[in-house]
């Protein structure tokens, strides 16, 4: 068996016709477009190109975008007193802090200060704990992204296996929830499991959101399963290393996604999504 491929910037193309489509009816009618402020810290190499990609996603729908670049000195009072001046903002509809933030700066607080309706990464707790209690609102980017990859290739969910691996608060915890509410048994694995393979040799979906090159092999993949690489390192040459054995993998799954090109895309698609429901909900349109 050699599984297919899923195509993360296939997919996410269409979904940015179909957003820029709709921003382009909304202009149309004379209303103002949707608006994402980004506020960038330092001089990551990584984010600064992540904070490009969003950009020109913003400009390719016809949103309005604003980027913040801010000093790696700036204070976590600087920082806040900038976020609740763009929640009072009536021109912005999502603000996105990009992470990593440097050692100084209290990620948890900063997040917390984020108006939860502009909270269009899905971080803020309240999003969080909305989605637990299945009613979901602004839902975190990188699950739905993997969840509109997933309903994609037909995923049905109720009664499936899904193993994710990695346990972290951006990742791995919002998309188990996001598997339990379609209806998924979900085990999680983490830095104190034992046995991973054990746990999910059996899944019906997995998921690796780790960020270790060639953590995932074969021998871990049930015959027919539909894999899921959200891992993303950088190798020698700045080449992008998923979690998953790509090439050995693909000989036992049904479905896989290619690091690059398969989740990361998605990623963005569900920050436009949710950039424009956030509009929505503002102009009482949701
Ligand atoms: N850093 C890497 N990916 C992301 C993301 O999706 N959101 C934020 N805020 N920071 C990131």
């Known amino acids: 068996m050699s599984a297919q491929i899923i195509d993360g910037n296939a997919i996410a193309k269409s979904l940015?016709?179909?957003i820029a489509?709709?921003?382009?009816q909304w202009s149309a009618q004379g209303r103002r477009l949707p608006g994402l402020a980004v506020?960038?810290?330092?001089?990551?190499?990584?984010?600064?190109?992540?904070v490009r990609g969003k950009r020109r996603d913003c400009d390719e729908v016809g949103f309005h975008s604003i980027v913040q670049h801010?000093?790696?000195?700036?204070?976590?009072?600087d920082l806040e007193a900038r976020i609740a001046s763009l929640n009072s903002d009536p021109t912005i509809d999502g603000i996105l802090v990009q992470t990593p933030l440097p050692a100084h700066i209290d990620e948890a607080r900063i997040i917390d200060s984020i108006s939860p309706e502009k909270d269009v990464d899905g971080f803020h707790a309240y999003n969080i704990g909305l989605l637990a209690l299945r009613r979901p609102a602004m839902r975190s980017c990188t699950p739905k992204g993997v969840m509109l990859l997933l309903e994609h290739v037909g995923c049905t969910f109720k009664g499936q296996d899904a193993?994710?691996?990695?346990?972290?608060?951006?990742?791995?915890r919002p998309m188990g929830l996001e598997l339990l509410l379609a209806g998924a048994t979900v085990t999680?694995?983490?830095?104190?499991?034992?046995?991973?393979?054990?746990?999910?040799?059996?899944?019906?979906?997995?998921?690796?959101?780790v960020g270790r090159p060639d953590l995932v092999p074969a021998q871990w993949i049930k015959p027919g399963a539909v894999v899921?690489?959200?891992g993303i390192t950088r190798g020698p040459n700045n080449k992008l290393l998923g979690d998953v054995q790509f090439e050995a993998v693909k000989q036992v799954a049904s479905w896989i996604t290619p690091v690059p090109g398969g989740v990361g895309p998605m990623t963005r698609i569900a920050l436009l999504q949710n950039t424009l429901q956030a509009a929505k909900a503002t102009m009482g349109l949701s």
Do not use: C
Not at 21 to 24: F, K, N, T
Not at 39 to 50: F, K, T
Not at 192 to 208: E, L, R
């Open 16 to 18: 940015r016709q179909e």
């Open 21 to 24: 489509q709709e921003v382009e």
């Open 39 to 50: 506020l960038l810290v330092g001089n990551d190499p990584a984010s600064e190109v992540y």
């Open 70 to 77: 801010l000093s790696a000195n700036v204070t976590q009072q």
């Open 163 to 172: 193993a994710i691996i990695g346990a972290s608060n951006h990742v791995g």
């Open 188 to 209: 999680m694995a983490h830095k104190f499991t034992q046995d991973i393979q054990s746990k999910v040799k059996h899944a019906d979906i997995v998921i690796s959101a």
């Open 228 to 230: 899921i690489d959200v």
